[in-house]
């Protein structure tokens, strides 16, 4: 019962870690209906920049516990505003004159993108691991197993922040969604871009900002993995970003809810799979699990069946 306890605390911190990735990919896809195949690497991105303020200002562990909070929160706002040039520049340069092209060109593009910024960072940054010393060491000890042998079940600070910050951003856009006026223009180009326009609301702004906040959403992911694994390189978007959007179909492409939801499942087939089988079969596990869904629910578990206008 511990182990499985502490794979379920892993399992919940990995997903909230994609969950905050596929909230980009279905935002993106529900305004403009495709997907950004650069946000794994913008994510990445976003990891890079935080790496690189933490080693720039000297932040570590030994810090007084204020001025490491202080200086967190400095990095992740920075960190937020830089990326989300890097996601502006992507719509504006790949998606934007695009926009009324054959579906297959955007596509095409966010590929190349992708491709750009994985070697921009591989040169201007090196190919090897970039480590970095645990900075939110400790924790708590929830169980104990009985005997020498006993299992300990532990959940970290790091581990606690994740989870934290992910629930209140994910109540903070649901919230910016459904209530602000920014939200009803998403909703509105979502469902019918031309009257949208009709209407008065500016399309390529309400775009160029859903991907501003799909890349803030991204680096805050980026910062929160380095926190948490201490280890990155440039290649951690491309397979993270599989995974996240991975989950944005798995939960229901469109849906910020479904995107959380389907993040976590990804995360927790994961964990219990490389605990109770093979590590080295747990992308397939989480793939054949997409699949089967996908079969009995084309639209994904929170999703809404798409009607077609004629």
Known sequence: MEYFLQQLINGVTLGSIYGLIAIGYTMVYGI?????????DIFMVGAFISLILIVTLGVTASMPLALLILALIAILIVSMALTSVWGWTVERI???????SFRLAPLITAIGASIVLQNFVQISQGARNKPLQPLIPG???????????GFIVQLSYSQ?????????LM????????KTSLGRAQRSCEQDRKMASLLGINVDRTISLTFVMGASLASVAGLMFLIYYGVIDFYIGFLAGVKAFTAAVLGGIGSLPGAMLGGLLIGLIETFWSGYFSVEYKDVAAFSILAIVLIFMPEGLL???EVEKV
């Open 160 to 168: 606690i922040l994740i989870i934290v910050v992910t629930t209140v």
């Open 303 to 305: 999703g809404k069946p």
């Open 139 to 149: 924790g708590f000890t929830l169980s104990e197993g009985a005997g020498e042998s």
């Open 32 to 40: 403009i209906g495709m997907i950004n195949f650069a946000h794994g």
């Open 94 to 100: 790949a998606y934007r004159p695009l926009r009324g």
């Open 171 to 178: 109540i903070g856009f649901t919230t910016l969604i459904n």
